[in-house]
């Protein structure tokens, strides 16, 4: 005698199905991973593509472009190598005169201008009276614009109806043309620029020295240390950073001098920087070579010497200014 039982097999809960489940499980640990492997180089890639698009691009074609004799006027494109190079160092002394007057201004508007803004942050980092208006008042050239700028000051300094002359004529002094000599140019140019950034740069200097602990100048006041002591021992070693950094700034802006001697005279000839070139900037000898003589190929050779400049010049400053601040 047998007995055969017909046992059903146990019913699973309802929705629960074990193999979908596990897959489901390992498709979410393999997204997890690659969302944290990757997710840091999609956040950061907006950065490299407008970077390569705008700043590597660039200087890529300049390099590439500099080797060639690439011009509107040419027919086909040739490659060159370094003639471009050759003939800009050896045997064109425009470029030379271009560069002569831009470190010629650079220095007459870059010292006075650091210097004065330090004179005037550190007056302002002090209680007197008003201070919010007269820090309101130096941020006030930044906002105007450098063609109103120019405008105003070529007529300070025009030679029969200016200011400057009008003054002059007072003392019985003979009145000076200051777009005919390449010392009275680059004097009233470097105003202008002065006069735009010396606040510009006052309000960094004073953003530092509000960061300096007030109680390492209660400690020197305590020590019988003047107000002159305190500066140079506590607040120009504070503010290495600060000058270094406007330092690089100022030398970045004064090599690429362009809109205050382009606006500086009139007329179709603007951008030759006078009659005989005194104020003739590198930026604006660049734009002649490449917008008046369309020679595209040299104008890039232009432009790298440029940026050689400014890169050997910032390095310079920065060595400078991390020795002198490094002994006080």
Do not use: C
Request: charged residues 15%; positive net charge; hydrophobic residues 50%.
């Amino acid at each position: 005698m047998s007995l055969e039982l017909d046992t059903p097999a146990p019913a699973q809960p309802r929705g629960h199905r074990a193999g979908p489940a596990g897959g489901e499980k390992a498709r979410r640990r393999s997204l997890t991973r690659l969302d944290l492997k990757f997710s840091p180089y999609l956040y950061v890639l907006p950065f490299f593509v407008i970077f390569a698009t705008f700043g590597i691009y660039p200087i890529v074609y300049t390099v590439w472009i500099a080797m060639t004799d690439r011009s509107p006027l040419n027919a086909e494109t040739s490659f060159i190598g370094l003639d471009n190079f050759v003939r800009l160092i050896a045997d064109d002394p425009q470029f030379w005169n271009a560069v002569y007057n831009t470190f010629g201004m650079f220095l007459m508007a870059t010292v006075p201008q650091l210097v004065i803004a330090m004179m005037l942050a550190n007056a302002l980092n002090r209680r007197i009276k008003g201070q919010t208006f007269f820090r309101m008042a130096i941020a006030m050239p930044i906002i105007t614009s450098t063609a109103v700028v120019a405008l105003i000051f070529s007529m300070i300094y025009a030679r029969d109806f200016g200011l400057i002359n009008w003054l002059l004529s007072v003392f019985g002094a003979d009145p000076i043309d200051f777009r005919a000599s390449k010392f009275a140019s680059w004097f009233a140019i470097s105003t202008m620029v002065d006069w735009r950034w010396v606040g510009y740069n006052a309000l960094i200097y004073l953003a530092g020295m509000q960061a300096i602990p007030k109680d390492m100048y209660e400690a020197a006041a305590l020590d019988g240390a003047s107000r002159m002591r305190q500066f140079w021992s506590i607040t120009v070693p504070q503010l290495r950073p600060t000058i270094i950094f406007t330092l690089i700034i100022s030398t970045i802006g004064g090599l690429q001098l362009f809109t205050e001697p382009l606006l500086f005279t009139s007329g179709p000839g603007g951008i030759s920087g006078g009659s005989q070139g005194q104020f003739q900037t590198i930026t604006m000898y660049l734009l002649d070579v490449m917008n008046q003589r369309f020679q595209w190929g040299y104008a890039g050779a232009v432009s790298l010497l440029l940026f050689l400049l400014i890169a050997g010049m910032s390095l310079v400053n920065y060595l400078l200014a991390r020795r002198i601040s490094s002994d006080k």
